[in-house]
T-cell receptor, first 109, second 116 residues
Framework: SQQGEEDPQALSIQEGENATMNCSYK?????LQWYRQNSGRGLVHLIL?????REKHSGRLRVTLDTSKKSSSLLITASRAADTASYFC?????????FGEGTQLTVNP | DAGVIQSPRHEVTEMGQEVTLRCKPI?????LFWYRQTMMRGLELLIY????????DSGMPEDRFSAKMPNASFSTLKIQPSEPRDSAVYFC??????????????FGPGTRLLVL
């Protein structure tokens, strides 16, 4: 079964707007990762946040982690058409990485 | 540097045929993962190797699936006999240090398999 669940399943915004995607998970984790997948391609790692971290930034990406609520959010600021992709959270509950079902983000030019 | 390399990129075969998917991980990486992605089930881990040894194969769907890693630079995933429900995109990924859930995984471009 999937450990992480992303919300919303699909998100459509205009270029320049911010996009926020959420991930909820069920069991304790050591870290949480976010990946991006462009259509027809493999997944690309975006950012890793450890369980003792609350917030992390990388360029236009901001990730938060709330272990008490077992949730994380990915914020993409000043979105671009090239950000159109599926975004997945992945959690480690032990020896493996478990991916959620993803959020399909469409950024309209 | 070359990333994870997978071949073939596309495979169309008939039910009952043997299918072999190939993967070359990033040089120096100790762990290799095989995933399957479908619309219905999302991204599923099939098996992963650490230092060429299978560590967790609990995701392998059934005996028709087998995976090998004869050396640090090559792995295969074999389906024999193939069935239409095996149609999916199969990804190979590698990571540097064998900490399966705790570090970045680098994905290949995938093999799109269609079983008729």
């Amino acid at each position: 079964s999937q450990q992480g669940e992303e919300d919303p399943q699909a998100l459509s915004i205009q270029e320049g707007e911010n996009a926020t995607m959420n991930c909820s998970y069920k069991t304790s984790i050591n870290n949480l990762q976010w990946y991006r997948q462009n259509s027809g391609r493999g997944l690309v790692h975006l950012i890793l946040i450890r369980s003792n971290e609350r917030e992390k930034h990388s360029g236009r990406l901001r990730v938060t982690l709330d272990t008490s609520k077992k949730s994380s959010s990915l914020l993409i600021t000043a979105s671009r058409a090239a950000d159109t992709a599926s975004y997945f959270c992945a959690t480690d509950g032990g020896s493996r990485l478990t991916f959620g079902e993803g959020t399909q983000l469409t950024v309209n030019p | 540097d070359a990333g994870v390399i997978q071949s073939p990129r596309h495979e169309v075969t008939e039910m009952g045929q043997e299918v072999t998917l190939r993967c070359k991980p990033i040089s120096g990486h100790n762990s290799l993962f095989w995933y399957r992605q479908t619309m219905m089930r999302g991204l599923e881990l099939l098996i992963y190797f650490n230092n060429n040894v299978p560590i967790d194969d609990s995701g392998m769907p059934e005996d028709r699936f087998s995976a090998k890693m004869p050396n640090a630079s090559f792995s295969t995933l074999k389906i024999q006999p193939s069935e239409p429900r095996d149609s999916a995109v199969y990804f190979c990924a590698s990571s540097p240090n064998g900490l399966a859930g705790q570090e970045t995984q680098y994905f290949g471009p995938g093999t799109r398999l269609l079983v008729l």
